[in-house]
């Protein structure tokens, strides 16, 4: 990071705010940023806005909606005053990916999220930019200690924590992955993409807040699952 890169890193959001909305907007915009104080991720995105300006347009943010949400990446809706706009927000790592409207065209932001492409994206927004979900006090959300993941969500393919579909032990160390796959160990990356097709077709169990990793414990231990 250059010294100039660092020093404005020191400007507060607060600063920011004042050299884009006018005298008469500032009271609204700093209530903006002090009702999402509460939320790191989404106050980087409110910075962000305020210290690029997609387009260059002085607007004001008035209102950050999550679009979707996984394994604590969220994929936010930033309304201004006349625009729309598409963030991608995890800890400490902010991707402005452009207009609202125009949508994703990123293959893995949208693989990422579940998406199969642009237009099942675009097709699963709803039709008002208000009907869209808000966020959510962090404090108040159960996520998986092992790997993060939220309740309802699915565990980072090799979470201790997650339930073998088959046999309802511990994923990671029953021998299921092993006997449905026809073979001994899993040691490279085509075996563990088989995997994960069987575990689709399956259906995988997603993370409940009343898992954890101590799971009773279905045969024996095979070992770590992720090739080396
Ligand atoms: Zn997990
Ligand atoms: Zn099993």
Redesign the pocket.
Known sequence: MTGLAAEFDKVKTEVLVQYVVSEAELPQALDVLHKFAFHTIATAVLRNYYAVLPDAREEMACDLRVVAERQKTYLFALQTTHNQYLYLGADNDILYIGTYEQGISDVEILRFFGFKNAKHFKDSLPGAFEDLQTLQDDKNVT???????AEGEL??LG????QCPWCDGQFSRCNCRFDHLGVDQIDDIDLLERLEELLEQKGRVA?RKD?SPSFPTAGGDPGPMLPK
């Not at 979470?159 to 997650?162: A, I, L, M, R, T």
């Open positions: 996520v998986c200690v092992a790997c993060g993941t565990h980072i979470c201790p924590v997650e993370f898992q």
